[in-house]
């Protein structure tokens, strides 16, 4: 199991930015692609962007497409969401996720996740 901690959330005005990081534990981490999912509150979670073993290859969700960007330093076990351009819509808890292997875009196929971090845009 991967533990994984989030942080970097907090309140900020339409069209700034936030980095967000997630740093994992207990396994090795170049063994996992890592996902950022998000939540609103009466939404279920839904993907954000997801980033492979390597770093390689990103995928995003199209609602973030051009203003997020994911990455990863695998010499800090870490994987960080860049977030331009920030709006309304945005606002929500954001998870970290891991799952073995190879990415993914459903929320189903990751096994382990972190406890989240609010996001919070304001007008």
């Known amino acids: 199991q991967v533990q994984l901690v989030e942080s970097g959330g907090g309140l900020v005005q339409a069209g700034g930015s936030l980095r967000l990081s997630c740093a994992a534990s207990?396994?090795?981490?170049?063994?996992?692609?890592m996902g950022w999912f998000r939540q609103a509150p009466g939404r279920e979670r839904e993907f954000v962007a997801t980033i492979s073993r390597s770093g390689e290859g990103t995928y995003y969700a199209d609602s973030v497409k051009g203003r997020f960007t994911i990455s990863r330093d695998n010499a800090k076990n870490t994987v960080y969401l860049q977030m331009n351009s920030l709006k309304l819509e945005d606002t929500a808890l954001y998870y970290c996720a891991a799952r073995l292997r190879v990415v993914a875009t459903n929320r189903e196929d990751y096994g382990d996740w972190g406890q989240g971090t609010q996001v919070t845009v304001f007008s």
């Open positions: 207990g396994r090795t981490f170049t063994n996992y692609a």
